[in-house]
């Protein structure tokens, strides 16, 4: 198959989306695909170079003047490498997609990474809409996507071509992460307030915030006014952030809107003892509470109760490491590959009988 991704860039800043589309693409050609990525660029180019794969330059600025660019660049690129399938992760390539496909036959998958955005209702416009949680396709089709073009297939990061292994990051006391995108709808204010009915109780806890974004300020501003502020630490985006998981005492997400969390798989798979709320596909990505302690989002008490029983209670707090491993192996880049590629064969029956009569079950 000769595969398309689009997405706004590649840029190495945490987006869950760009790291779920680097992994799909990375996999999709280490089974013989023929693979593209169109972007603004990024720090991803030198890791799709070393996996063959062609990344096209175009900027998607919503402005009048590029946006014509943009349409006769795209319409250049898609003649360059001629796709069987254009797999679009964000809005404004999935319309690029669909709009200017003209005469050509290659078929649409398009990828709800944040249903949450009024932007996800153009993603409507793919043969096949992909769902990242059974939360997220729920809500896809109660906005009207039919359900006969939904289709489930849940994130994963064990393996990622992204990632090392990577030491701890030496912490003081003990530490309570979160790594997270400075949003409001991160719960990070949440977590603060937590820390503050807690740290009193646990005078060597240490709260350390890792990420960045627009509300980073709004969050430190709330810091500071905490009695406890000296001991809340905020470390910014870091490309490494499993340094941090890695030397949690626990590892915490506060959201209140989260379509799956691939975060947390990450923490899982760096032995996390976790706490998350109760929202979206959190549970999902948490087999519904085993691999970690589930808590009501918007609520400072729960989630301080929760992180305080595991910083007391030693034994708890390793039954939850060991928990939060258990199955991991489901979540793996090759399972989610090997998914995307069957949703793309239902699109592309020619290829499929291609790749039946060679032998094989995915490289054509």
């Known amino acids: 198959m ?8 590649v840029k190495e800043s945490g987006n869950g989306i760009v790291n779920v589309m680097i992994d799909l693409a990375c996999e999709q050609t280490a089974r013989n695909h023929e693979v593209g990525i169109i972007s603004g660029g990024g720090q991803y180019e030198e890791l799709l170079a070393r996996n063959h794969i062609r990344h ?21 690129m898609v003649a360059d490498f001629s796709p069987d399938i254009i797999h679009a992760h964000m809005m404004t390539g999935a319309l690029f997609a669909r709009y200017l496909r003209g005469f050509r036959k290659y078929k649409i998958v398009t990828h709800v990474h944040n249903e949450f955005q009024k932007s996800a209702d153009f993603m409507r416009v793919g043969d096949r809409v992909i769902a990242v949680s ?4 729920d809500a896809m089709a109660g906005r009207s996507v039919k359900r006969d073009k939904l289709r489930v297939i849940l994130n994963g990061s064990i393996g990622s071509p992204r990632q090392a292994d990577f030491s701890p990051q030496p912490l003081e006391g003990r530490a309570i992460v979160t790594v997270a995108g400075m949003y409001e709808r991160k719960g990070i204010s949440d977590l603060i307030d937590a820390f503050d009915l807690l740290a009193g109780s646990h005078p060597d806890a240490r709260l350390y915030i890792v990420g960045d974004g627009p509300d980073r300020a709004k969050f430190e501003e709330r810091a500071s006014a905490s009695p406890f502020s000296g001991r809340i630490r905020f470390a910014g985006f870091q490309a490494e952030s499993r340094r941090w998981m890695k030397a949690a005492d626990v590892f915490v997400l506060a959201s209140h809107k989260e379509p799956f969390g691939l975060v947390l798989i990450e923490a899982r798979e ?33 989630l ?11 034994v708890m707090r390793r039954r939850y490491r060991v928990r939060s491993g258990i199955g991991l192996d489901f979540y793996r880049t090759g399972r989610m590959a090997e998914e995307m590629l069957d949703v793309y064969r239902e699109l592309l029956p020619k290829v499929s009988k291609v790749a039946e009569v060679s032998g094989t079950n995915h490289r054509v």
């Open 270 to 302: 760096s032995g996390c003892a976790i706490v998350a709320t109760e929202v979206d596909g959190i549970p999902e990505a948490l087999d519904h509470g085993e691999s970690g302690l589930l808590v009501p989002p918007r609520n400072a008490k729960a």
């Open 134 to 137: 059974q939360a997220v396709c």
């Open 304 to 314: 301080a109760d929760a992180i305080d029983r595991l910083l007391s209670d030693d």
């Open 56 to 76: 096209y330059r175009l900027d998607q600025t919503r402005k009048p003047a590029q946006l014509l660019r943009a349409v006769f660049n795209f319409r250049r």
């Open 2 to 9: 000769r595969i398309l991704h689009i997405a706004n860039h």
